[in-house]
């Protein structure tokens, strides 16, 4: 084949666009698992943070399996259903009507206390941001946040990432009394006794009005569950109570 004519060049071009594409293929068909294990060992460190367990990605998958002592799936209702908490897709879960969509719980054990883990996710100002929050056994108190972005301004809404902004939602509260009230990341900075808010980013308030949203809009799905959990406490501290009074009451007879 003449190299000095059109045709040569685009059958050259032609071979070589199809060579590419093949072994990229190849090379994103090879490399898959490896990605999907990442990925999954990722997800689980995250959920370990929130229970203030810090470990490398090689050292994920064994110690959560020592730490999350179950994990399950709600239904809009508060009960739980079929499923697997850990392999639930959020953002396919937000696109369905509410009464269609699937809610992940784990449960994790540090130090003799229990948590309760909730996955979160929303919207920031380019893009999905996502997170975990862990509850305390009153179903109000957090004890852990996580949260990441896939696209926010560094040095801004990227900030949702770090130590400096998750750690004061530990020892915040999801209720008043017996009120639902979420946790508000605040532009300017939460008064200092507010159990309910957090200092905001400055420069990221579109990313720290997301946070608010995603807390807010999936706390709240969790709510059946949450008070079906706090009966079943209620209905077991009665029953402990019921057995120390028979018990002294035969004490004293």
Avoid: C
């Avoid at 399950?72 to 508060?78: A, D, F, K, R």
């Amino acid at each position: 084949m003449d190299a000095n004519k059109n045709s040569y060049t685009f059958s050259f071009a032609a071979v070589m666009v199809v060579l590419v594409a093949t072994l990229l293929s190849v090379a994103a068909i090879s490399l898959k698992p490896f990605q999907d294990k990442n990925v999954e060992a990722e997800k689980k460190q995250n959920i370990l943070t929130t229970l203030g367990i810090e470990v490398s990605r090689e050292d994920a998958a064994k110690v959560y399996k020592e730490k999350i002592t179950s994990s399950y799936v709600l239904n809009s209702e508060g009960t739980v259903v079929d499923g697997d908490a850990f392999t639930v897709d959020l953002g396919v879960e937000l696109k369905k009507p509410v009464d269609q969509q699937v809610f992940p719980v784990f449960e994790g054990e540090k130090n003799g206390q229990k948590s309760y883990i909730l996955p979160m996710r929303g919207k920031g100002l380019w893009g999905p941001i996502w997170g975990y929050l862990a509850l305390e056994e009153d179903m109000s108190t957090i004890s852990g946040a996580v949260f990441d972005h896939k696209s926010e301004t560094p040095g801004l809404g990227a900030e949702i990432s770090l130590g400096w902004f998750q750690e004061p939602f530990i020892g915040k509260t999801i209720f008043d009394g017996k009120e639902f009230k979420s946790i508000t990341v605040v532009k300017g900075g939460a008064k200092e006794d507010d159990m309910h808010g957090v200092d905001g980013i400055s420069g990221g308030t579109i990313t720290s009005d997301g946070v608010s949203d995603m807390l807010d809009e999936r706390l709240s799905k969790y709510l059946p569950f949450f008070n079906q959990k706090l009966s079943e406490m209620i209905e077991a501290d009665t029953v402990v109570v019921d057995s120390l009074q028979a018990l002294t009451l035969n004490t004293i007879k």
